[in-house]
């Protein structure tokens, strides 16, 4: 342990010496945090989720409450610490504690003063009995959650972020492989991974999370899709009562079940990837020729040709269904897609553009845009770690996996709110960490306030500064 008044020596700075120590003082580097915990008290997140475990712990034997718990963990996945094992030294930080709405910041009154005095917020082990209680039958496994609770809770508070007087709401579908690296409950091998592992299904509206399922890899990607729309449609209704809801997503949810359930339901759409096969590919020979020809005569540009057309399988459609092919010549190859729709080609009466579902413009504008949500689900991974399924349990992963999302909607509630028309409105959750959340502050608690001072130097001062007003005046529609 190196004392506080022992200096550090480091090369020299022409006459000037350079040494550093750890005289300090009390010190966060996320100072950020701040701003977290006003976008979760404007969405009312932790307080929603903790109504969603039952807490069976003596009120008068313990210092951390499940609300106080929820917010260390998503917090700190939000600021980059998706390891349990990163709250060891976590718990000794005032301005966390603060965050975490800790009346005692500095951890002074403490149950156990003699082990536990000047830590505020809960360690490594009570964080793990938080994740792992309802899989273990022990006394000291008392915190329940409730699966279905936080499933609805998750998809309320995302609901609640859609404009109230949308139009029309497009909702992007993905399945996602999370790789695994133990022995944990439901894995598989999937062979498009190459790998072991969980393929939760995610669901989002633009930049908002929906829904997040987690499922075993040995399941067909449209598993369990149905139910959970019909939980997200409804919940859409009651916010948006005359939005026309678009589902779009590839070729791995183009099933009878899906297409059938979205025919049957008012002013739901869908527009999916379908896999190329011989019956396909003759009904775009035409366009595919043109393609190559008009590829020779331009001189080798990139060229595209489209086909529309009614299709219907064999065995497994119950009505013939509109199909969009497209031809693609490069210098490169040759490719051919099609995309499978009930959205009619002339439009809705009432619509300004009634052009937007020709062939052309429904494949290049709407379907491709489905990558957008790709780009989510990266920085769901690799910004908060959400594909980090390390406890044996699948209960657990599951608890894990909604954690990580709820801390991705505080952070896009963030850049949505507080960070709009600024250079990092279109950033990611990792850019967001790097320049604005983690940033080092002087924190002092006294009786009537705790002071955090960030740096003068610091190059985002006047953003976080913007962020930090706006956040202060949003009062979100609950209407």
Same mark, same amino acid.
């Given at each position: 342990?190196?004392?506080?008044?022992?200096?550090?020596?480091?090369?020299?700075?022409?006459?000037?010496?350079?040494?550093?120590?750890?005289?300090?003082?009390?010190?966060?580097?996320?100072?950020?945090?701040?701003?977290?915990?006003?976008?979760?008290?404007?969405?009312?997140?932790?307080?929603?989720?903790?109504?969603?475990?039952?807490?069976?712990?003596?009120?008068?034997?313990?210092?951390?409450?499940?609300?106080?718990?929820?917010?260390?963990?998503?917090?700190?996945?939000?600021?980059?610490?998706?390891?349990?094992?990163?709250?060891?030294?976590?718990?000794?930080?005032?301005?966390?504690?603060?965050?975490?709405?800790?009346?005692?910041?500095?951890?002074?009154?403490?149950?156990?003063?003699?082990?536990?005095?000047?830590?505020?917020?809960?360690?490594?082990?009570?964080?793990?009995?938080?994740?792992?209680?309802?899989?273990?039958?022990?006394?000291?496994?008392?915190?329940?959650?409730?699966?279905?609770?936080?499933?609805?809770?998750?998809?309320?508070?995302?609901?609640?972020?859609?404009?109230?007087?949308?139009?029309?709401?497009?909702?992007?579908?993905?399945?996602?492989?999370?790789?695994?690296?133990?022995?944990?409950?439901?894995?598989?091998?999937?062979?498009?991974?190459?790998?072991?592992?969980?393929?939760?299904?995610?669901?989002?509206?633009?930049?908002?999370?929906?829904?997040?399922?987690?499922?075993?890899?040995?399941?067909?990607?449209?598993?369990?899709?149905?139910?959970?729309?019909?939980?997200?449609?409804?919940?859409?209704?009651?916010?948006?009562?005359?939005?026309?809801?678009?589902?779009?997503?590839?070729?791995?949810?183009?099933?009878?079940?899906?297409?059938?359930?979205?025919?049957?339901?008012?002013?739901?759409?869908?527009? %999916?990837? *379908? /896999?190329?096969?011989?019956? !396909?590919?003759? =009904?775009?020979?035409?366009?595919?020729?043109? #393609?190559? @020809?008009?590829?020779?005569?331009?001189?080798?540009?990139?060229?595209?040709?489209?086909?529309?057309?009614?299709?219907?399988?064999?065995?497994?459609?119950?009505?013939?269904?509109?199909?969009?092919?497209?031809?693609?010549?490069?210098?490169?190859?040759?490719?051919?897609?099609?995309?499978?729709?009930?959205?009619?080609?002339?439009?809705?009466?009432?619509?300004?553009?009634?052009?937007?579902?020709?062939?052309?413009?429904?494949?290049?504008?709407?379907?491709?845009?489905?990558?957008?949500?790709?780009?989510?689900?990266?920085?769901?991974?690799?910004?908060?770690?959400?594909?980090?399924?390390?406890?044996?349990?699948?209960?657990?992963?599951?608890?894990? %996996?909604? *954690? /990580?999302?709820?801390?991705? !909607?505080?952070? =896009?509630?963030?850049?949505?709110?507080?960070? #709009?028309? @600024?250079?990092?409105?279109?950033?990611?959750?990792?850019?967001?960490?790097?320049?604005?959340?983690?940033?080092?502050?002087?924190?002092?608690?006294?009786?009537?306030?705790?002071?955090?001072?960030?740096?003068?130097?610091?190059?985002?001062?006047?953003?976080?500064?913007?962020?930090?007003?706006?956040?202060?005046?949003?009062?979100?529609?609950?209407?």
């Amino acid at each position: 342990m190196v004392a506080a008044n022992q200096s550090l020596l480091f090369d020299d700075l022409g006459p000037r010496r350079v040494q550093a120590d750890f005289s300090g003082g009390t010190l966060s580097s996320d100072g950020g945090v701040l701003l977290i915990r006003q976008v979760d008290r404007s969405l009312g997140l932790s307080t929603a989720l903790a109504h969603c475990f039952t807490d069976r712990r003596h009120p008068d034997c313990i210092d951390h409450s499940v609300a106080e718990l929820l917010r260390q963990r998503i917090y700190g996945l939000a600021l980059g610490y998706e390891d349990l094992n990163d709250h060891e030294q976590l718990r000794r930080d005032p301005l966390l504690a603060a965050a975490c709405e800790k009346l005692d910041p500095l951890g002074q009154n403490r149950l156990h003063p003699t082990q536990d005095k000047g830590i505020a917020l809960a360690g490594p082990s009570t964080l793990n009995r938080l994740e792992l209680s309802n899989n273990k039958d022990s006394r000291y496994h008392k915190i329940e959650h409730q699966p279905q609770l936080i499933e609805q809770c998750l998809l309320t508070l995302a609901v609640k972020c859609l404009p109230k007087h949308a139009s029309e709401i497009i909702l992007d579908l993905d399945a996602m492989g999370h790789r695994l690296y133990g022995q944990q409950q439901g894995r598989n091998f999937h062979r498009y991974y190459d790998d072991y592992c969980y393929l939760p299904l995610y669901i989002f509206a633009g930049d908002v999370p929906l829904w997040a399922q987690l499922r075993p890899s040995d399941v067909d990607p449209i598993e369990g899709v149905v139910p959970a729309l019909e939980k997200v449609v409804a919940a859409i209704r009651r916010r948006c009562r005359k939005a026309r809801i678009l589902v779009r997503g590839d070729c791995g949810f183009s099933r009878e079940e899906l297409m059938h359930w979205c025919e049957s339901q008012a002013q739901v759409y869908y527009c %999916l990837g *379908f /896999a190329r096969n011989p019956a !396909l590919q003759r =009904e775009v020979a035409d366009a595919l020729a043109n #393609a190559r @020809t008009a590829h020779c005569l331009s001189g080798g540009a990139m060229v595209r040709r489209f086909a529309d057309f009614q299709y219907q399988t064999c065995f497994s459609w119950s009505r013939r269904r509109r199909m969009v092919g497209k031809a693609e010549v490069s210098k490169a190859a040759q490719d051919v897609r099609f995309v499978l729709t009930n959205l009619p080609a002339n439009g809705f009466a009432g619509d300004e553009d009634r052009a937007r579902f020709v062939a052309e413009r429904l494949y290049e504008e709407l379907y491709c845009g489905r990558g957008e949500m790709e780009n989510k689900l990266k920085q769901q991974v690799l910004d908060l770690e959400a594909d980090r399924m390390s406890t044996h349990f699948l209960a657990s992963n599951q608890l894990r %996996l909604w *954690f /990580a999302t709820l801390a991705y !909607l505080l952070i =896009e509630r963030m850049r949505s709110w507080g960070l #709009a028309g @600024t250079e990092l409105a279109q950033a990611t959750a990792g850019t967001i960490r790097v320049k604005l959340l983690k940033v080092a502050g002087q924190v002092r608690v006294t009786v009537r306030r705790v002071s955090v001072q960030l740096s003068s130097a610091w190059a985002w001062r006047d953003l976080f500064t913007c962020c930090a007003q706006r956040l202060a005046t949003v009062a979100l529609d609950s209407g």
